[in-house]
């Protein structure tokens, strides 16, 4: 493997796993976990999160420490909040990282890119921040994606606003008011072979409208899963059972997609081909591999979970991410916290609101 494990700067995903979220983030430690379980993921390499701490420890705004000028800040000063978080930002988007740091990157991008047989290899760049996927908290404005990236000089630069999305105006306010210490800030950034995507989407373990653990819930469109996420386009959708494996489906028009720029960096939105636009965007066989998957996924984490998929043009199945799902898990909980008032309320409502007889 060699230069990738050479500095704490970057690390392979394979060589990291969910014990590692404090290093590489949320993503990267569950990519890392999916490859270590054998399922298909794009490869890729995580900038860690000492990397994003020694290039701010470097960085000087207005003469002060970064993380000073943030501390300084009043949250109910929205102007001065404003013009700050500005100042930041630009700073960290425009100054070079330290050499070791900008040499590790570019060190490990070429090495993907010769993993891949491709010298200009289009990467997704994505924030993966250390606390972003955990349901205690959860910051704003931490789920930066850039698509169709090409080329070492580009990849650093979509890692530098990965960094600054953390000084977002809602970022520091977040921070400022939960009085969380800006030296335990920890950003890491994900750099993964982007998947030419026939179709993507989402799917649940559960049931995403009702809970119901019994099934698959799969959300499918053309193109690039960013449509589906945006929610730029109606998608497909698709409940399978996982006892009998009975399928419910929704097949709908689908007008736009995205897909990458015509220099084949970046991503357009335009319109879906008329003949493709009420056809499903997977096949049953797809389908079949999808579910399977999940139920993978779901049995190695012990806990439903909340998947981002594609299908490249060749029908091959990869998973982009998997985490916990949290709205139903956060309902469970509450409900579980919340005893009756009275335990004759718990009764009357057992009975479906009928008294029982003498009462």
């Given at each position: 493997m060699g230069t990738l494990v050479t500095t704490r700067s970057v690390l392979h995903f394979r060589d990291v796993g969910l014990g590692d979220v404090a290093t590489v983030g949320g993503k990267g430690a569950s990519l890392?976990?999916?490859?270590?379980?054998?399922?298909?993921?794009?490869?890729?390499?995580?900038?860690?999160?000492?990397?994003?701490?020694?290039?701010?420890?470097?960085?000087?705004?207005?003469?002060?420490?970064?993380?000073?000028?943030?501390?300084?800040?009043?949250?109910?000063?929205?102007?001065?909040?404003?013009?700050?978080?500005?100042?930041?930002?630009?700073?960290?988007?425009?100054?070079?990282?330290?050499?070791?740091?900008?040499?590790?990157?570019?060190?490990?991008?070429?090495?993907?890119?010769?993993?891949?047989?491709?010298?200009?290899?289009?990467?997704?760049?994505?924030?993966?921040?250390?606390?972003?996927?955990?349901?205690?908290?959860?910051?704003?404005?931490?789920?930066?994606?850039?698509?169709?990236?090409?080329?070492?000089?580009?990849?650093?630069?979509?890692?530098?606003?990965?960094?600054?999305?953390?000084?977002?105006?809602?970022?520091?306010?977040?921070?400022?008011?939960?009085?969380?210490?800006?030296?335990?800030?920890?950003?890491?950034?994900?750099?993964?072979?982007?998947?030419?995507?026939?179709s993507s989407g989402v799917m649940f373990t559960r049931s995403p409208k009702s809970g119901d653990k019994s099934v698959v819930a799969i959300d499918a469109s053309w193109g690039l899963g960013s449509a589906v996420v945006s929610g730029d386009v109606t998608p497909d959708s698709f409940v399978v059972s996982k006892v009998t494996g009975e399928m419910k489906r929704t097949v709908a028009t689908k007008t736009r997609w995205h897909r990458p720029g015509p220099s084949g960096e970046g991503v357009v939105e335009t319109d879906v081909p008329a003949e493709l636009q009420d056809r499903p965007s997977v096949s049953d066989e797809e389908i079949a591999v999808l579910v399977a998957t999940a139920r993978r996924v779901e049995a190695h984490y012990g806990c439903p979970q909340d998947i981002e998929w594609a299908v490249d043009d060749a029908g091959e199945v990869f998973l982009l991410q998997s985490r916990p799902e949290t709205v139903w898990a956060d309902k469970d909980h509450a409900a579980k916290a919340a005893p009756a008032a009275r335990p004759f309320d718990h009764v009357f409502n057992l009975l479906g609101g009928k008294r029982p007889s003498g009462g």
């Amino acid at each position: 493997m060699g230069t990738l494990v050479t500095t704490r700067s970057v690390l392979h995903f394979r060589d990291v796993g969910l014990g590692d979220v404090a290093t590489v983030g949320g993503k990267g430690a569950s990519l890392g976990e999916l490859l270590r379980a054998g399922i298909r993921v794009p490869t890729g390499f995580a900038v860690t999160t000492a990397a994003f701490r020694q290039t701010v420890e470097h960085l000087t705004v207005g003469g002060e420490p970064v993380p000073a000028r943030v501390t300084a800040l009043d949250p109910g000063d929205a102007a001065r909040l404003a013009a700050a978080t500005a100042e930041i930002r630009a700073v960290l988007e425009s100054a070079p990282p330290p050499a070791d740091v900008a040499a590790a990157v570019t060190a490990a991008y070429a090495a993907l890119c010769e993993e891949c047989g491709d010298p200009e290899l289009p990467v997704a760049v994505r924030s993966s921040a250390t606390s972003e996927d955990s349901a205690e908290a959860s910051f704003a404005g931490l789920q930066d994606t850039y698509l169709w990236v090409r080329g070492a000089d580009s990849v650093l630069e979509h890692v530098r606003r990965c960094w600054a999305s953390l000084y977002s105006v809602e970022s520091v306010t977040y921070r400022l008011r939960r009085g969380i210490p800006e030296t335990d800030l920890g950003m890491a950034v994900v750099v993964q072979r982007m998947v030419g995507a026939r179709s993507s989407g989402v799917m649940f373990t559960r049931s995403p409208k009702s809970g119901d653990k019994s099934v698959v819930a799969i959300d499918a469109s053309w193109g690039l899963g960013s449509a589906v996420v945006s929610g730029d386009v109606t998608p497909d959708s698709f409940v399978v059972s996982k006892v009998t494996g009975e399928m419910k489906r929704t097949v709908a028009t689908k007008t736009r997609w995205h897909r990458p720029g015509p220099s084949g960096e970046g991503v357009v939105e335009t319109d879906v081909p008329a003949e493709l636009q009420d056809r499903p965007s997977v096949s049953d066989e797809e389908i079949a591999v999808l579910v399977a998957t999940a139920r993978r996924v779901e049995a190695h984490y012990g806990c439903p979970q909340d998947i981002e998929w594609a299908v490249d043009d060749a029908g091959e199945v990869f998973l982009l991410q998997s985490r916990p799902e949290t709205v139903w898990a956060d309902k469970d909980h509450a409900a579980k916290a919340a005893p009756a008032a009275r335990p004759f309320d718990h009764v009357f409502n057992l009975l479906g609101g009928k008294r029982p007889s003498g009462g």
